[in-house]
């Protein structure tokens, strides 16, 4: 690689393989086009100084034999190796060979004379004449043109006010008004030289001039070649737009449309996003054209590959991802991990298998004799960054397992379960990329196992929970929420735990809760639980277990079946709101936890209010020695313990908290329908037993309407209810 500033690569075994030039010893590399016409018809080099010599050409004087030319060539040889030798950094040396002789600027020179050289050289390369009726005048001219255009440009000279670096991109511009052929002339003139090398070494052996002459070429080609890989690199580093900024077939101009159509894999459409304009990827493709023509291809592929790899190197760091080593990663807490690097890597991990960055060396190579470059140096760059995210993935997969990273292990199995495809599907048969992409499915396969792990992990989370308190006032319990909601986030990724217990489990096997019957009708119910939905219903028959051992530490029985309730009613509707639990539960397993709902709210009635009824019942209130009359000493009771006990109850039971509101609603409605129409029923019955006046205030603390809104006053956790009914209106 001649580009400085970049470390070698390591060697690519069968591919990239160089060779030297046997004449000159000079490694050859591949590169873009340009041409000779337009240099000497369109480009009026000149000015004045120093500058000047790299532009002129040594005129032809009357008389001069064979020997003065001989001479002249080998001065100008000498001048061309010292340039050589020292990198051009010698201008002085080479400026004092070249002015022994009398100069001409291309502007000095007539449009027939030029035309009369690029004829001789045209028919020279077509006909392949003898070495006696070789134009060895026209065709020194014309190496010398070509060799100092490649040196101005290399030298960053100016031509016509504009930089000569990166002039191939900067001549496309529409407002430059330049022809194609304009654009690209220099590229169509290195061929052309190439082509005369070729020509010139098929001549017989021995000939000095044709040596000198075959060693000028060389020299011109591998300065053309240092200059058109620095071009490639310029336009590479800047010219490169974001992706997502261009889309579909723009990156690839209408000539070469047919040979390359870029193909999206995940949907299969024609457009995807590309790397580069148009114009630069044309640029590109016939830099490329040229350098593999003259046999420059490793240090075409070398430019590309040091270049892009740089160049996304970038980008994945622009997004936040960056390399890391293993202990590097062992040591970052997971916190920031989950955020700053995990959710990163998911992101650039799809980065190598991305259609645009593969369509972009098809396109760069589609014209060029070696299209099978572009497959090698996509392999090259993807097993490159491959490399890097195995490793982060490899150093994730080791950190110790705990519940909370279960959703980042996860993400991350999901890109390289859904991105492999995408890769191994266009390149089956790229056993290099192949070897890398098995090492990260294995890195996948232990991030999925390190995944079921931590899911079956949550059983001994729900079995090691214990608690000696009670959850105050009857609410849902810590765990209750933990687990319900972990559990819905964790069944976002039903497709992707169902494969990975299927993978792993061996015989489905029905958790004890599971009996096949249907609640409701008693009949058996065919088994279709997969083993993911058969571990989901045993962590929720473990929770239920649990929450059932936890209630029983309340000394209330009431508040014990408050407590069942809310969790129930919590988990089902956690269950309603998530499309996949409910999927993987079923109905049966619904229907009989709403039947449990139903059963608690029974036994609470019962366990709280059937003492209540009870004092609004005529049991031994009726006097047998008179008709239709009362025992009042057992009616002014009833009407005491009445008042005493939903007093009681509402101090208490106003303090409980019932968070549903719906089952709030529920619990009062179901109250009010029971209490409210025995007590309106009562009071007309036997209020007039009472004597009015004092009687009845004393033992009549209620009306009906009165009641009904102390009953909805339960169950909201209010502090007010802690004080006695009877304290408040007093």
């Known amino acids: 690689m001649m580009e400085k500033g970049h470390p070698p690569l390591p060697e690519k075994s069968g591919s990239f393989s160089g060779r030297d030039d046997k004449n000159n010893n000079k490694p050859f590399h591949p590169i873009r086009n340009l041409s000779v016409n337009y240099i000497m018809s369109h480009m009026p080099f000149g000015g004045s100084g120093g500058d000047d010599r790299h532009l002129s050409i040594v005129e032809e004087e ?65 006909r392949g004449e003898a070495g006696d009726s070789v134009p060895f005048p026209a065709i020194e001219k014309f190496i010398r043109l070509v060799g100092n ?52 070494k098929g001549l017989p052996s021995g000939q000095q001039r044709v040596n000198e002459m075959i060693d000028r070429t060389g020299n011109v080609i591998y300065d053309a070649m240092m200059f058109l890989e620095e071009e490639l690199r310029i336009l590479l580093e800047d010219q490169n737009p974001k992706a997502e900024q261009l889309e579909g077939d723009d990156c690839i101009s209408s000539e070469h449309q047919s040979e390359v159509k870029p193909v999206d894999t995940e949907t299969g459409n024609d457009k995807t996003p590309c790397v580069y304009p148009p114009e630069i990827v044309d640029a590109l493709r016939r830099i490329a054209k040229t350098m593999i023509f003259a046999e420059y291809e490793t240090e075409c592929c070398q430019t590309l590959l040091t270049t892009r790899l740089s160049l996304i190197e970038t980008e994945l760091a622009a997004l936040g991802f960056e390399k890391t080593s293993i202990d590097d990663v062992q040591r970052i807490n997971w916190d920031i991990l989950e955020v700053d690097f995990i959710s990163k890597w998911c992101i650039a991990f799809k980065k190598p298998f991305s259609g645009p960055e593969r369509d972009l060396y098809a396109a760069i190579f589609s014209s060029s004799s070696k299209p099978e470059l572009a497959r090698e140096l996509f392999t090259d760059i993807a097993c490159t960054i491959l490399a890097q995210l195995h490793t982060f993935a490899e150093a994730v997969a080791l950190t110790k397992r705990s519940a909370e990273k279960l959703f980042k292990l996860l993400d991350m199995y999901d890109t390289m379960r859904d991105y492999f495809p995408k890769l191994t599907d266009v390149e089956k048969k790229n056993e290099r990329l192949l070897d890398v992409t098995s090492e990260l499915v294995d890195v996948r396969s232990r991030i999925g196992e390190a995944a079921v792990r931590i899911f079956l992990g949550l059983q001994n989370s729900i079995k090691s929970e214990v608690v000696k308190s009670a959850v105050p006032n009857g609410s849902v319990h810590p765990i209750t929420r933990y687990i319900m909601n972990y559990l819905k986030l964790a069944c976002e990724y039903k497709t992707t735990l169902t494969e990975l217990f299927d993978e792993i489990s061996g015989p489905v096997q029905p958790p004890p809760s599971t009996d096949n019957t249907d609640p409701s009708s008693g009949e058996p119910q065919p088994f279709q639980l997969s083993p993911f939905a058969v571990e989901l219903t045993t962590l929720m028959d473990l929770l239920d277990e649990n929450l059932d051992s936890k209630s029983k530490l309340y000394k209330d029985l009431s508040l014990t079946y408050i407590f069942l309730m809310n969790n129930g009613r919590y988990i089902i509707q956690k269950v309603r709101d998530s499309p996949e639990i409910k999927e993987l539960l079923g109905d049966a397993w619904r229907r009989k936890r ?17 003492k209540v009824l009870n004092c609004l019942r005529d049991d031994g209130l009726m006097n047998p020695s008179r008709t239709g009359g009362v025992i009042k000493p057992v009616l002014k009771d009833k009407f005491k ?19 549903d509101e719906q089952l709030q609603s529920e619990l009062r409605v179901s109250i009010s329908a029971v209490i409210v129409p025995a007590y309106r029923s009562f009071l007309a019955r036997f209020s007039q037993y009472l004597d009015a006046g004092r009687q009845t205030e004393k033992y009549i603390k209620f009306g009906p309407e009165e009641l009904e809104n102390y009953i909805d006053e339960l169950f909201d956790g209010s502090s007010t209810g802690s004080v006695s009914i009877v304290k408040r209106r007093g």
């Open 149 to 200: 255009e490649v040196v101005t440009r290399t030298e960053g000279k100016e031509i016509n006010g504009v930089g000569a670096s990166s002039l191939i991109f900067r001549g496309t511009s529409k407002d430059k008004g330049e022809s194609e052929d304009g654009e690209f002339s220099v590229l169509q003139d290195i061929d052309k030289i190439v082509k005369i090398s070729t020509a010139l």
């Open 594 to 610: 709403s039947s449990d709902l139903r059963h608690y709210h029974k036994a609470y009635q019962r366990e709280t209010w059937s």
């Open 62 to 126: 009357p008389g001069r034999d064979d020997e003065d030319d001989e001479k002249d060539e080998e001065g100008d040889e000498n001048s061309r190796s010292a340039k050589n030798s020292h990198h051009h950094k010698d201008d002085n040396s080479d400026a004092n060979q070249l002015d022994a002789h009398r100069r001409y600027n291309i502007e000095d020179i007539s449009d027939d004379e030029l035309a009369k050289i690029s004829d001789e050289v045209d028919v020279f390369l077509q």
């Open 641 to 659: 313990n009445f008042n005493a006990m939903f007093d009681e109850i509402h101090k208490t039971q106003s303090t409980w908290i019932v968070s």
